[in-house]
């Protein structure tokens, strides 16, 4: 890999100005694919969730599928957009091998959704407003596998595997307005939008948009202009890029390329780049002299699609409460500041303390542990914290057991790593290990006793009312009893003897 | 007794429900006419002996155990190889298709088989439908049975010759624009296509999507009504299929009358060009009309001029999409695959060799129509065209109840005059093009045979969209009243083969 000129980031933001664009495909949830009756479901057999349409097979025909239509139009009215009163789907005509009908049908100049906004807050609070040009309905294509080459690319296999299982399953593409006057926080909003929407997805209920499955992925177009210029400058367009940091990273290597092609006097080359997660550089995939000419034409299998204004208004009607309102509402009911709600929504941490809460537990323990144990280890294993093998309930019984006394942080600590080692609900850790906080008082009583004979000084302090000094003798109590002790009836203990 | 090949197809089924006929022995007196006959005439490409004979046994047993049976049970019928048929060959008269076994029925394919009718085998036709004579079929041309030297039209050929030549008394076909009608009309049968949408498009391998449509081929106008009702009636699978009753088609074949009826004659569609005897015929037919009590009204629809010029850009437009799907990945021909070609080489290479030289004038003709920078100037222009047809259509019918034109402005033309001359070619689906455009229902049906050179001449009779039954009382009354005139169904005035 050829190493790429980057102008430094302050360098390049002090004589240019980023904008952006950003698509994101999503794959709906929908049991059955967009214009057929296959399933959706993850993981089956290649090529087993096929039939005539899906395959392209001479002859068949698609017919379109109502709750693809109904999704397309919850995520329209959930980005402020409006709902077009009648549209069409259009083909997009190309040829690759895994486009079954070598068209994809897409919308075009008619789409279902268009002209809305999306408000994404920054890290420090900041609400900035995304623009949105349009939501449009589309099928994804299969899927090739390339077998045989050094990049897993088509260029240089020797074989290609297709599964055509993915073919059909229903996208909604949304696309934004240009991206302006973001400055240097250009890659922030690019990720903050990301996981906004994501969120958005979410609580619709039409994804479960995890971008790791592809089920949301993210092109990020970007240009620079000389500050003060109006006319946009040349864009690249990174395909693929699918973790919220890397959206981040590819911009932000996007921004200083370009600065230092562009600072050296040389032209930016309209093309597609690949991110490269490893070093989160951009490397250049195809050249697009021209506009590639797809030859849109209205699709004539396909008759208009004209939603029925009261279903609009009935859909707009029951949307749930949106996620940007709802971290409002949670930020004042847990008592955080708007930094750690943040750090709540990157950590996609939101439903699940909110379902912990649900089981039972106060809302600064369940954000506890999700955000500090439960993120750390998400963290280590490269996973998504709702993949990390633990329940919100589980986290709940946790937490009421530290709260009856049962476990102090300690333990809770070692039983979570039971449960994810797969040992078993939170109670049948503490049996199996023998975790329970040492709760018998005549053994507490020996151990605090001993503790003061071992610190003569320190007991003395705090009969003298250094209640400071406490803490020492604590340390001790535990050492004495492996960290099974109660630390508050130890210190309650501790000063029944020493004060009276 | 007559002869079993020579009954009508409603006969057949009231002989076969009586006992009088089995199943078995009229499609074993089919088979042997084929084996007979088809040597020379070429109708079939495919004859599927073995199912069309469990077909008939499976009728037989139906009714030897008091079961009731459909009208068109134990009527054999020519599938156009258009049409999938579950384990049985398609290929849509392309070498691109050669060999596959499509894994699913048609939704007429399927129909076809609930009503019992047996089906022979699949026929004859231009490759992908792009055509006007089966010379364009990969697999060599078919004869008219009045003339073997000379075409039996197309696209559909090979299903209008299997009528008139007795390999079978019903057939499918489909019309784009013609391709139903024009052979019916060179070969002197009866063809129908029925209102767009309203026969199930799922399953007949698309050549132009918005123009497309399947439909009945006999040789009496009652036949067609029988089959049409078999095949028609909306369809889940295809979008564009019309959620409305079958119009009472069946009915009105047995009606047949057209006193006070208002019929139209369309300026446009006659007059220069046409062949003299044609012309006569077409008069002739006029006359009898209002013999037989209809009112005959002179109309204009100006727009019509533009239409093989708007069909010529929307046609091959939808086909160069429709057609992208042949690229050697999942089915078919594929040629190239040795290990030293790319994909993409591959799919080259076997559209190359898998397509004929109309095939991919088409395709590049509509390639070129959608580029951008000139859909506007084509397949927009061509859309509005479309519209003022369908206008000047909607016109004509404030007016009149039916329009009645020549079905093609000659009689059939010998094999190879006119392969080299596309444009030639073209124009025998002069008077055709416009319902196809408009998306409305029309019918050929024998007028005659023109007196220069003895050969059939079609009456097309046009309904509005949804009317289809209007095409059967006309067309009824028409056959009836020829008929009597001629002392015999006018087939009968074919050479023996
Ligand atoms: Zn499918």
């Not at chain 1, 949301?216 to 890029?241: A, H, I």
Request: glycine share 10%.
């Amino acid at each position: 890999m050829t190493v790429t000129d980057l102008l430094s980031y302050e360098d390049a933001l002090a004589s240019y100005d980023p904008v952006m664009g950003l698509e994101v495909h999503v794959e709906l949830g929908t049991r059955t694919k967009m214009f057929c009756g296959c399933s959706t479901a993850l993981g089956a057999e290649p090529n087993s969730q096929t039939c005539p349409t899906c395959l392209g097979l001479p002859g068949a025909l698609p017919v379109v599928n109502e709750s693809g239509v109904e999704s397309a139009i919850r995520i329209g009215l959930a980005l402020n957009c409006e709902i077009a009163q009648w549209c069409r789907f259009a083909r997009k005509n190309y040829f690759y091998p895994d486009m079954p009908k070598n068209f994809q049908t897409s919308q075009y100049d008619e789409p279902i959704a268009y002209n809305g906004y999306l408000d994404v807050q920054l890290e420090d609070g900041e609400v900035f407003r995304v623009h949105i040009e349009r939501a449009h309905m589309e099928e994804d294509t299969g899927k090739s596998t390339h077998i045989g080459g050094a990049t897993g690319r088509i260029h240089g296999a020797s074989h290609s595997l297709l599964d055509y299982n993915r073919a059909g399953i229903p996208l909604i593409e949304i696309v934004t307005k240009p991206i302006e006057g973001a400055g240097a926080r250009a890659p922030e909003v690019a990720r903050a939008y990301v996981a906004e929407l994501r969120e958005l997805i979410r609580a619709l209920g039409v994804s479960e948009a995890r971008m790791e499955m592809g089920q949301l992925r993210c092109d990020v177009n970007l240009s620079l202009r000389p500050l003060g210029e109006k006319k946009f400058g040349t864009r690249s367009e990174t395909k693929n890029v699918n973790s919220l940091r890397s959206v981040e990273r590819a911009a932000r290597f996007e921004i200083q390329r370009h600065a230092a092609v562009l600072s050296s006097g040389g032209t930016i080359v309209q093309e597609t780049r690949h991110f490269h997660e490893e070093d989160g550089s951009t490397t250049s995939g195809r050249i697009k002299e021209e506009a590639e000419d797809y030859r849109y034409f209205p699709e004539p299998d396909l008759v208009p699609i004209a939603p029925p204004r009261e279903w609009v208004e009935e859909l707009r009607g029951s949307l749930p409460e949106l996620p940007l309102a709802r971290r409002e509402r949670l930020k004042k009911e847990w008592g955080i500041s708007d930094f750690e709600m943040q750090s709540a929504l990157n950590a996609g941490a939101i439903d699940l303390i909110t379902a912990t809460i649900d089981a039972g537990a106060d809302a600064a323990s369940a954000r506890k542990w999700w955000m500090g144990e439960l993120a750390r280890h998400a963290n280590e294993a490269g996973v998504e914290l709702s993949e990390v093998a633990i329940t919100p309930q589980q986290v709940a019984r946790i937490s009421a057991l530290v709260a009856a006394g049962e476990l102090n942080d300690k333990l809770a600590r070692q039983v979570i790593e039971g449960v994810l080692a797969g040992e078993g609900d939170p109670d049948r850790v503490v049996e199996k290990r023998g975790l329970k906080v040492v709760s018998d008082e005549g053994a507490l009583n020996a151990a605090v006793d001993q503790a003061i004979a071992d610190n003569a000084a320190v007991a003395d302090k705090i009969r003298g009312g250094n209640l400071a000094a406490a803490g020492a003798l604590i340390g001790a109590v535990m050492k004495l009893t492996r960290g099974q002790a109660d630390a508050k009836r130890v210190r309650e203990l501790v000063l029944e003897k020493l004060q009276g | 007794m007559t002869d079993i090949i020579r009954l009508t197809a409603a006969e057949t089924a009231a002989r076969i429900a009586s006992g009088e006929l089995t199943a078995v022995e009229v499609a074993e007196a089919h088979l042997a006419r084929i084996e007979a006959v088809d040597e020379k005439v070429h109708a079939y490409l495919h004859v599927d002996r073995e199912g069309a004979l469990a077909q008939a046994r499976a009728v037989d047993a139906k009714r030897a155990a008091g079961e009731p049976l459909g009208p068109l049970a134990g009527v054999p019928l020519a599938l156009k190889d258009i049409f999938t048929t579950e384990g049985v060959p398609t290929t849509v008269g392309s070498k691109i298709l050669e060999g596959w076994i499509p894994p699913y029925d048609a939704t007429v394919t399927k129909r076809l088989k609930d009503a019992d009718v047996v089906i022979l085998g699949k026929t004859n036709m231009d490759e992908f439908a792009m055509g006007s004579s089966t010379e364009n079929s990969a697999y060599g041309p078919t004869g008219n049975p009045w003339d073997l030297t000379r075409v039996p039209g197309g696209s559909g050929g090979g299903s209008a010759a299997a009528l008139a030549s007795y390999q079978a008394p019903l057939a499918i076909g489909t019309d784009t624009g013609g391709s139903i009608r024009q052979p019916a009309a060179v070969t002197g049968t009866v063809g129908v296509k029925p209102t767009y949408g309203g026969v199930s498009r799922y399953g007949m391998v698309a050549f132009s999507s918005s123009l497309d449509q399947g439909g009945p081929c006999a040789r009496t106008v009652l036949d067609a009504a029988l089959l049409h009702e078999v095949i028609a009636g909306h369809d889940p699978m295809d979008s564009t299929s019309i959620d409305a009753p079958v119009p009472p088609v069946v009915e009105a074949a047995r009606s047949g009358d057209v006193a006070g009826l208002r019929v139209g004659v369309v300026k446009e569609l006659g007059g220069e060009g046409y062949q003299a005897g044609v012309v006569e015929r077409f008069n002739e037919s006029v006359e009898l009309l209002r013999g037989l009590g209809a009112e005959v009204v002179e109309l204009s629809c100006p727009s019509f001029t533009y239409a093989l010029a708007a069909y010529y850009l929307i046609a091959p437009s939808e086909c160069s999409s429709n057609l992208a799907r042949f690229d050697a990945m999942r089915y078919g021909l594929r040629v190239g695959d040795d290990g030293s070609h790319s994909a993409e080489e591959v799919t080259a290479l076997t559209r190359e060799a898998g397509f004929g030289p109309e095939v991919k004038r088409r395709i590049i003709l509509g390639t070129y129509a959608l580029s951008s920078g000139y859909y506007d100037a084509y397949y927009g222009s061509a859309q509005k065209v479309r519209t003022l047809i369908a206008r000047d259509f909607e016109r004509a019918f404030e007016q009149v109840d039916v329009v009645v034109s020549p079905t093609t402005p000659t009689t059939a033309f010998p094999i190879g005059e006119r392969v080299d001359d596309p444009l030639a070619m073209y124009l025998a689906d002069l008077c055709t093009i416009p319902v196809n455009l408009a998306g409305n229902a029309a019918m050929s049906l024998p007028c005659g045979l023109a007196p220069e050179d003895g050969l059939p001449v079609g009456l097309q009779i046009i309904a509005p969209a949804l009317k289809d039954d209007r095409l059967y009382r006309v067309g009824a009354a028409v056959e009836a009243a020829f008929v009597a005139k001629w002392g015999h169904p006018l087939l009968e005035e074919a050479p023996q083969l």
